[in-house]
């Protein structure tokens, strides 16, 4: 938790607000940025390692809701909403859209704490996620046109003969593009290609 690469984003258009949670996250000896508005957020956040945003529902531009909506394509920050006019549509809104909570004021710190950590944690692992998915793409690109024909068969469980035949080439053929696929993906087995197969599909 006390990782210098990770930030908290805080948007909230009430100064006392952002100044009382750029001071507690201090004094958990966690980086904070506070932003007034959606707009100042999307303009200067720029979140180069783990992080999460604190975001309050009623804003001077859009509101919270409409923010999280406006990125659910991209790769942005786990949510925690904090809010003072909080409904139960509005909570089920955030919280089927990915929120990790949506808190209403007065919400207790080690509330608000918890949810920053479990916010914090889910981005490390998507990071983590992401970064293994863009090594895989990156030997998947290192493969031939037929390798690639190959790659689905083998991990799908097709044994050589079944592959072979299904593209019309040899036995032999289809063994030697097998270990030039093994080799160049570094896969240790066959246990190992299924699972980054596996991975690959699920983009």
Same mark, same amino acid.
């Given at each position: ?25 201090? *004094? ?5 940025? $506070?932003?007034?508005? %959606?707009? @100042?957020?999307? &303009? !200067? ?62 919400? *207790? ?5 918890? $949810?920053?950590?479990? %916010?914090? @944690?889910?981005? &490390? !692992? ?62 240790? *087995? ?14």
């Amino acid at each position: 938790m006390t990782q210098q690469s990770e930030t908290i984003f805080v948007v909230d258009d009430d100064f006392r607000v952002r100044e009382a949670l750029v001071d507690l996250f201090a *004094s958990k000896n966690l980086h904070c940025v $506070a932003f007034a508005s %959606a707009a @100042e957020y999307l &303009r !200067l956040a720029n979140p180069s390692g783990p992080s999460c945003l604190v975001l309050d529902v009623s804003l001077p531009d859009i509101n919270g809701l409409e923010l999280q909506s406006s990125m659910v394509r991209t790769d942005h920050p786990p949510i925690v909403f904090i809010t003072g006019h909080g409904d139960i549509p509005s909570s089920v809104r955030a919280m089927k859209a990915g929120a990790i909570d949506f808190l209403t004021k007065p919400w *207790s710190v080690e509330e608000l704490l918890q $949810a920053v950590r479990q %916010a914090l @944690e889910r981005d &490390r !692992l998507q990071r983590r996620a992401r970064a293994e998915l863009m090594e895989l793409e990156g030997k998947v690109a290192t493969l031939t046109p037929r390798e690639r024909e190959v790659l689905p068969l083998v991990a799908s469980g097709f044994q050589n003969k079944q592959a072979a035949a299904q593209l019309g080439i040899s036995e032999v053929t289809l063994q030697i593009h097998r270990s030039k696929i093994m080799q160049k993906m570094k896969a240790a *087995s066959l246990a190992d290609l299924v699972r980054m197969a596996a991975k690959l599909e699920a983009k």
